[in-house]
């Protein structure tokens, strides 16, 4: 079980938007700590998409945000393509852990 | 370019050892932290500690404090991760990924990643 706890799967079509949530607790977003997104397309390493809550780097498509409010934090992908189906993770600090900790990872289905 | 390389796969036995090792090009080895972060075949990503290129200290998650080791060679700019005492359940994917330092305290992301070493654990 995931210290961040993420939907397992989500879904959408082509051009709508999705968000995948992220919750977490007092020890870690609820803290103030940063909370980064991660992209794991079938069979690769993960990507950097957000960091820093809602930062993104250069390369990443406008159409992901990054958002965080409280002990939760959302990204959100605008404009659906078939290429953005993949995992994502989302990470950040635990302070009881004294260590980073990822969420379980969601399935986004691009249908 | 930045590069993270790492060694091949792995077969090894339970109670055995196994070394990974990650081979840097692109900046300034010292300057950043080498983080390292597991995946078993369809699971989740798990972050296990990190190495400070520059000091050798470590930080490791508690869940392996007693059987990781991270240590690293300037002169090759490679960092490596031992995982000893091997159990089946650490089959997984090893991954060592560059950390970016953008403020204070714990703001880090991890923006460069290696391409992934299986280690598979097996009688």
């Known amino acids: 079980q995931s210290v961040l706890t993420q939907p397992p799967s989500v879904s959408g079509a082509p051009g709508q938007r999705v968000t995948i949530s992220c919750t977490g607790s007092?020890?870690?977003?609820?803290?103030?700590?940063?909370v980064h997104w991660y992209q794991q397309l079938p069979g690769t390493a993960p990507k950097l998409l957000i960091y820093?809550?809602?930062n993104r780097p250069s390369g990443v498509p406008d159409r992901f945000s990054g958002s965080k409010s409280g002990t939760s934090a959302s990204l959100a992908i605008t404009g659906l393509q078939a290429e953005d189906e993949a995992d994502y993770y989302c990470?950040?600090?635990?302070?009881?852990?004294?260590?980073?900790?990822f969420g379980g990872g969601t399935k986004l289905t691009v249908l | 370019q930045v590069q993270l390389v790492q060694s091949g796969a792995e077969v090894k036995k339970p109670g055995a050892s196994v070394k990974v090792s990650c081979k840097t090009s692109?900046?300034?080895?010292?300057?950043?932290?080498i983080h390292w972060v597991r995946q078993a075949p369809g699971q989740g990503l798990e972050w296990m500690g990190w190495?400070?290129?520059?000091?050798?200290?470590?930080i490791y998650a508690q869940k392996f404090q007693d059987c990781i080791t991270m240590t690293r060679d300037t002169a090759i700019r490679t960092a490596y991760m031992e995982l000893s005492r091997l159990r089946s359940d650490d089959t997984a994917v090893y991954y060592c990924?560059?950390?970016?330092?953008?403020?204070?305290?714990?703001?880090?992301?991890?923006?460069?990643w290696g391409q992934g070493t299986l280690v598979t654990v097996s009688s």
């Open positions: 990924a560059r950390a970016y330092y953008y403020g204070s305290g714990t703001k880090y992301f991890l923006d460069y």
């Open positions: 692109g900046y300034t080895f010292t300057g950043y932290f």
């Open positions: 190495v400070n290129p520059n000091s050798g200290d470590t």
């Open positions: 007092s020890s870690n977003i609820g803290a103030g700590y940063d």
């Open positions: 820093g809550n809602n």
């Open positions: 990470q950040s600090y635990d302070n009881s852990l004294s260590g980073w900790v």
